[in-house]
C-alpha cells in the first residue's frame, strides 16, 4: 500500500468519526437538499447510492427523494474481490443482506443496473476531485469499467465538509469524482453536463 495514501486514510478516519459525531441532525435533508440543486440529472437516469456503514455521510434521504421521483436506484454488491462492483436495483423498504466488509446489500436476485450516476462513499476528498476510500479499489475498477461502457456516468463523491483535504496522493488506476456533495453545498470538479 502506497504510504502516503495510508498516512492519508489514518488521518482522515478520524477527521471522518469527528465530523459524523457533530453533525447532528438534519444533515441527511441538506445532502439531498444539495445534490437536487445542483447536479443535473435527466429523469430517467439511475442513481447507484450505497447503505452506509459506521461514519459515513449517509445518502439514504437522497434515494429515497430520487426513488419518489421515479429514477431507477441501485445498491452495490461485492462481487469478488478485486473486481468491480455489481448494482442492483434497490427501493426505500426493500430488505437489505449482509455484504462483504460489514456492508448492506440487496438480495443476490435483484436485477442489476448500470447507473448513470455514482454516489460514492470516500474517507476523504481535495480540491480537484481525488478521493481516498478504504483501500480496497472497487469503486475505482467499477467507475473505470462503467466509463468504458456507458458515456456521461457521473462520480458524485457523498461526504462531510470536514473531509477535505488539502491535496491527496493520488496513483495512475484512481477514479476522480467529477461532483462532491456535502451539507454545506455541491461544487463540480470538472465541465458539468447538461444533465444526465
Request: contains cysteine; aromatic residues 8%.
Amino acid at each position: 500500500m502506497n504510504a502516503a495514501k495510508q498516512a492519508a486514510r489514518a488521518a482522515a478516519v478520524l477527521r471522518r468519526d469527528v465530523a459524523c459525531a457533530k453533525a447532528g441532525s438534519g444533515i441527511a435533508s441538506r445532502l439531498a437538499d444539495h445534490f437536487f440543486d445542483s447536479v443535473p440529472m435527466r429523469s430517467d437516469a439511475s442513481i447507484a447510492g450505497y447503505a452506509a456503514i459506521g461514519s459515513e455521510a449517509d445518502p439514504a434521504e437522497l434515494l429515497a427523494r430520487a426513488s419518489a421521483k421515479g429514477h431507477v436506484c441501485a445498491l452495490p454488491r461485492v462481487v469478488r474481490k478485486a473486481a468491480p462492483l455489481a448494482f442492483l436495483r434497490w427501493k426505500p423498504g426493500d430488505a437489505l443482506i449482509a455484504g462483504a466488509h460489514g456492508t448492506r446489500e440487496p438480495n443476490v436476485g435483484a436485477p442489476e443496473c448500470w447507473p448513470d450516476i455514482v454516489l460514492v462513499p470516500l474517507l476523504a476528498f481535495d480540491r480537484v476531485g481525488r478521493r481516498i476510500g478504504y483501500g480496497g479499489g472497487y469503486y475505482d475498477r467499477t467507475l473505470a469499467v462503467l466509463r468504458q461502457q456507458k458515456s456521461g456516468v457521473v462520480a458524485v463523491g457523498i461526504a462531510f465538509s470536514a473531509q477535505e483535504a488539502d491535496e491527496l496522493p493520488e496513483e495512475e488506476f484512481d477514479a476522480r469524482l467529477d461532483w462532491i456533495v456535502t451539507e454545506v453545498g455541491a461544487r463540480a470538479f470538472a465541465v458539468a453536463s447538461s444533465g444526465v
